[in-house]
């Protein structure tokens, strides 16, 4: 952590002079070889300036702080702040290893791997059928109710996988004539399972092409997953006056002003036209029989095969990848 004097990308400078790209590649490339990443940073985006206000001046971003993936497995909730520029022409950074925020109830989102569960096809067309004659809404809301209390039920991955391997050494430390040579081969081919299942969980949260069919690439997507739940992490916000806000309710409050004034004003314009365009629009009504048709189910599943099957969930936590294995 502190002044490294060189930028990671073109964006992290302004100024009249452009930047040197070859330096970058090279800065980027020595980070990568010591397996480090930047760790982002919450506050203004320049952490240095010549301070030639009269003229014209260059801002840069020079300091920053980098970890790996251990303290970043040690330290998750690392977080980095640029706090203001006052008395030298370097803003000092600051970096907090845990977070003040309360723990909050994550929403539920269809895990992949569950796909290659057993059970899974008897769990989910118990729950549709429970709730067949119910809204589609209250479908899902009820599906997504029994699988979180169907996983609930059943041991983690890694507790499976010490299981088997913990099986797999009590018998191969035995002598070599009273070993069970068909058990193992038995507990290795589970194992082997529970590793697909493994990767699968991996994709969906990495969001990164798998690098070799059949490659599981554990350690490089484990790294990816922690680099970019850091960097989507949102510890600073700014209010329109200017001071930050970094507690939880401040945030939200933020963010709630926020849209509340940006809808307010759009529904505000939006009133002082509809008198005006209030005839127009009952006398150009759309005669098209298919932009008013409503698709039918047939179609929908359609649109559905053609999505990524690892894609962001609704705000129902049902991906594309559960409806093309469980389509009610």
């Not at 039920?153 to 191969?172: G, R, S, Y």
């Amino acid at each position: 952590m502190g002044d490294m004097n060189n930028l990671m990308n073109a964006n992290e400078k302004l100024g009249p002079n452009p930047v040197n790209a070859s330096r970058i590649s090279r800065f980027c490339h020595w980070i990568k070889q010591c397996f480090l990443f930047d760790l982002g940073f919450n506050g203004p985006a320049y952490t240095w300036t010549n301070k030639r206000f009269a003229s014209n001046p260059t801002f840069e971003r020079l300091d920053r702080c980098m970890a790996n993936i251990e303290w970043c497995a040690a330290f998750p909730s690392t977080t980095v702040y640029h706090l203001p520029m006052m008395y030298s022409d370097h803003a000092p950074i600051l970096a907090t290893l845990t977070s003040s925020r309360k723990q909050v109830k994550k929403p539920f989102k269809f895990e992949n791997w569950w796909l290659l569960e057993k059970d899974f096809n008897d769990v989910a067309k118990g729950s549709w059928h429970k709730s067949r004659n119910k809204p589609f809404h209250l479908k899902a809301f009820y599906l997504a109710s029994d699988l979180k209390t169907w996983r609930k039920k059943a041991p983690k991955l890694n507790d499976q996988l010490e299981t088997i391997e913990n099986l797999i050494v009590q018998d191969q430390l035995k002598p070599y004539s009273p070993q069970n040579h068909s058990l193992q081969e038995d507990l290795i081919h589970q194992h082997h399972q529970i590793m697909i299942k493994q990767s699968e969980y991996h994709k969906q949260r990495v969001k990164k092409v798998w690098a070799i069919k059949g490659d599981r690439n554990t350690i490089f997507f484990q790294r990816a997953i922690l680099k970019r739940a850091t960097k989507n992490r949102i510890a600073y916000l700014v209010q329109e006056h200017g001071s930050p806000v970094t507690t939880q309710d401040q945030m939200a409050c933020v963010f709630k002003n926020y849209f509340t004034n940006l809808f307010s004003s759009q529904y505000a314009d939006h009133n002082d036209r509809q008198g005006a365009q209030q005839q127009t629009w009952e006398e150009e009504t759309i005669q098209d029989d298919f932009t008013n048709s409503i698709p039918d189910k047939h179609e929908i599943l359609q649109i559905v095969k053609g999505m990524r099957s690892d894609a962001s969930p609704g705000p129902d936590g049902l991906n594309a990848g559960f409806y093309k294995a469980a389509w009610p």
